[in-house]
């Protein structure tokens, strides 16, 4: 008789989170340069005021940062400004 062997999948939720709040912020910081703004200066005033207007429209981009709660953006760019 072969013994049965059960795996469990696991799923890191951090990981997922940490990788769509990457894509998100590559994708916002990419729309900000084509449209000629300083995306570090607009990402500051956006994470400080909460007004989307500092994002611009282009690519979605004002959409697309909407997708994630200023809080943990800044604690991603902080995470990753710190393992670096």
Not at 26 to 41: C, H, S
Not at 50 to 76: F, Q, V
């Amino acid at each position: 008789m072969t013994e049965k062997m059960n795996y469990t999948m696991k799923f890191n939720l951090d990981k997922e989170k940490e990788r769509k709040a990457h894509e998100i912020i590559t994708t916002v910081y990419k729309a900000l340069e084509e449209k000629g703004y300083n995306p570090i200066n607009q990402f500051i005033g956006y994470i400080l005021s909460g007004d989307p207007t500092y994002i611009t429209n282009h690519n979605d981009a004002r959409s697309i940062i909407r997708k994630i709660e200023r809080d943990e953006l800044l604690e991603e760019l902080l995470k990753s400004y710190l393992e670096k």
